[in-house]
């Protein structure tokens, strides 16, 4: 399972690269796991360059038996806590006119817990719509597959719009992921106050600044101008990292250089908690902020190799059905999250469209300016959440 989490995270850094290059500017958030799983189950079904295109850009190259290995993430990660909720939870909606391979069907169900629910694509697709995005809105398990149900509630409204579904459309499959965390020192309300938020050397914008002085895993790193502070939840099974660049004199970007020059083993190396600081107090600054960030993934996804899955004439899907022209016609992916005084509540929704051709003392810590951030599911290192702040809207 490590070396799954370790692809995993090499394609969330790899997905948050492509995504800021056409929003620089701008704030993003996105769950890669929920992503992950969502393309995985189309992989399971890939053949030939297909599977090889969507395995190289997964970075499921070097993970042996990439589906158990999901089965088992998935398991650890849905594993009933009295300290948080986390869930991952997925389903295939299907045409109910089309064959699928009952070894695919068998196969996403027995590995992603992801039963088949046979809709009317062709006669009324817009129906079908409004049912798969009731799903994501409101139960993401079925009590047949697990003992607790969980809500999203409205955190993901409306995951897919109006004509994204169409009767060419043969199978949708949908991913969710959960995660409501308090946080294990949570900030006092009183504290709270109105702060400028500097998004650029020249511009400020006012936000609610959170405040509390507390031990918190810490660590300076003069040589890439960084600070690092893992706030943790209650049990510190889940944490949240921030990347915070040190402030320019000169009015350069040092959010920009941090992404270009991270890595996977540079951010594993500057999170180890054996080389944080625990046993200094922090004088935290964190501002509360809300994101809501709806991404359509097809041309990024195209651009970093994964081409002919998006190519009737090209994909091979025929480990999900004998027919060919099965290919991917959108990926749509939605994510929240809230952060304030208690605690983080953050949910995401991937949907993908298969289409067929044919019919010292202390230390100061101020996140007064832009930052990353990440939260991890600290037992298997997964990355569920990742993005930038970059002020308020």
Known sequence: MEGLCRANSLFAL?????????NAAGNMFFSPLSISAALSMVYLGARGDTAKEMEKVLSFRSVSDVHSHFERLASTINKPSASYILKLASRLYGEKTFKFL?????????????DLQAVDFIGESDKSRQLINKWVEEQTESEKLYEKVFWIK??????????????????????????????????EAFNTREMPFKINQNEHRPVQMMYQKEMFPFRDIPEYELQVLELPYKKEELSMLILLPNETQDGSDNLLKLESELTLDKLLDWTKRDKMSMHMDIEVHLPKFKLEVETSLSKKLQEMGMSSVFQDTKSDLTGMSRQSGLFISAVIHK??????????????????????DSFVNFQSFTADHPFLFFIRHNPTNSILFLGRFRGPS
């Open 335 to 356: 994510a929240f999250i809230e952060v304030n005084e208690e605690g983080t509540e953050a949910a995401a929704a991937t949907a993908v469209m298969v289409e067929c």
């Open 154 to 187: 409205d955190k993901i409204k409306d995951l897919l719009q109006f004509g994204v579904i169409n009767e060419l459309t043969r199978l949708v499959l949908v991913n969710a992921i959960y995660f409501k965390g308090t946080w294990m020192y949570t900030f």
């Open 102 to 114: 009952t070894e695919y069907l068998d196969s996403t169900l027995k590995l992603y817990h992801a």
């Open 14 to 22: 790899d997905l948050y690269r492509a995504l800021s290059e056409s």
